[in-house]
């Protein structure tokens, strides 16, 4: 019932973690006198490998939280110094990405040791109609939708099931492998799709040529919002556009439906160059700063974590 709730602070995402190999969900909750939850703080463990490979890899993301009734910097401050004293040995830092602004409580992060930075997102309005929506894509946008609608693409949304779920995920490796990125477990996806499949809180978006797969976007969904989760394309079928086609057709699908708002996600660090936000800013969203708070529990495994990075993706 929190105007702040979100997906990622679930107890759905909590099943999710906690099913997921190399991921430990960490939930920290406040109460009332009448046991009344006043405050939830929903992190994700993260590593990428087992032992110690994956000690040299762990960190915890939280997302969109912690929450906290009425904003109340006191509970807040309550969930972080607990947060941080059950975090150590567990992670090398803990990082917190915002889904809304924050900035009246920097102050209550600050003093549990968290450093704010910079971090945009971009945001597109819903509740426009589709004639709109379809005047705020840029010009490059509009033309290729164009050409993928003369290509015969089709736009679907597809029910998760086995033959899917093997497509979606072999795309998505496909295209992390290219970018020379980790990438999760396939069990991470599993996961997501038994647990929030049922409830109607996944959606796997699909661009279609004769029947087959060559794009896909996987759309967290949850109240009133669509959270731009993963996406991918064949490079194959570039040609036919499936990464300008199904943005568009998401957000026309999100206005039928009656959702108000999509995250697009991240959208990098403010004046600094990123291929991605170019290409995401093409569809007529908002650039908004929320940022992230970030605090760092074992400096030198940190150091020793990036140069690991910075190795993997030259070996790969």
């Not at 906690?18 to 909750?29: D, F, M, R």
């Not at 809304?100 to 968290?114: A, C, P, R, T």
Request: hydrophobic share 35%.
């Amino acid at each position: 019932n929190h105007p702040q709730g979100n997906i990622f602070q679930t107890p759905e995402m909590y099943e999710v973690y906690k099913k997921t190999k190399n991921y430990e969900p960490l939930l920290i909750s406040a109460v009332d006198e009448n046991e009344n939850i006043i405050g939830v703080l929903l992190a994700v463990i993260q590593k990428e490998h087992s032992g110690i490979l994956g000690k040299l890899s762990s960190r915890s993301i939280i997302i969109g939280g912690p929450i906290v009734k009425e904003n109340n910097p006191e509970i807040l401050d309550l969930l972080l110094k607990d947060y941080n004293k059950k975090i150590k040995g567990k992670a090398i830092y803990s990082q917190i990405r915002n889904l809304v602004d924050q900035s009246n409580l920097k102050e209550i992060f600050e003093k549990n040791g968290y450093k704010y930075e910079a971090h945009l997102d971009i945001l597109i309005d819903l509740k426009q109609t589709p004639e709109r929506l379809w005047q705020k894509l840029d010009s490059r946008a509009r033309n290729k939708i164009r050409k993928a609608e003369k290509s015969e693409i089709i736009f679907s949304v597809l029910n998760p099931q086995n033959d899917v779920n093997k497509t979606s995920y072999k795309i998505l490796k496909e295209v992390y492998k290219n970018a020379k990125l980790p990438f999760a477990d396939k069990s991470l996806f599993d996961n997501v799709f038994e647990q929030l499949g049922g409830k109607g809180m996944v959606k796997i978006f699909c661009a279609l040529k004769e029947g087959q797969i060559i794009g896909i976007r996987i759309g967290l969904v949850y109240k009133n919002m669509i959270y731009d989760w993963y996406a991918g394309s064949r490079r194959d079928f570039y040609k036919y556009n499936p990464n300008d086609f199904l943005p568009y057709n998401i957000l026309v699908w999100g206005n039928n439906n009656g959702f108000e708002l999509f995250d697009f996600g991240g959208a990098g660090k403010p004046n600094v160059p990123y291929g991605v936000r170019d290409h995401k800013m093409k569809f007529g969203g908002e650039l908004v700063e929320f940022g992230r708070f970030e605090k760092v529990h074992n400096k030198l495994l940190l150091e020793i974590g990036k140069i690991g990075l910075k190795f993997y993706k030259k070996m790969k």
